[in-house]
């Protein structure tokens, strides 16, 4: 998605030598036969959720995310910050209670 005076506008492409068979390249699934302007409707409503383009919480890879979502996804990929917060939480258990019995 481009922006053109502040208005976004959908371009696509295709990478024909994509590599699917990429260990970090999962399948979401099919959606519904949507045109061009119902995707780029759908694109500005999952881009309209940001406030701004951030490193964290609000980048290509959340909107990848969101945007699959919208498109019906079954499953929800996980953003890079996402995987490394979620990571951080599960640790953070775990040594809070061994720190608390060596205390």
């Known amino acids: 998605m481009l922006l ?16 699917t ?4 390249v999962w399948s979401l699934g099919l959606s519904q036969r949507l045109n061009l302007m119902d995707l780029l409707a ?6 309209g959720h940001y406030r701004c383009y951030s490193l964290i919480g609000a980048n290509c890879q959340h909107f990848a995310a969101d945007f699959a979502t919208s498109l019906g ?3 929800r990929i996980c953003p890079d910050d996402e995987t490394v917060a979620l990571a951080a939480t599960d640790t953070a ?3 809070g209670v061994v720190g608390a019995c060596v205390a």
């Open 4 to 19: 053109d005076d502040r208005d976004p506008f959908l371009m696509l492409s295709v990478k024909p030598d994509f590599n």
């Open 21 to 24: 068979g990429r260990k970090n």
């Open 42 to 47: 759908r694109a500005r409503e999952v881009a």
């Open 73 to 75: 996804a079954p499953t």
């Open 93 to 95: 258990l775990p040594v």
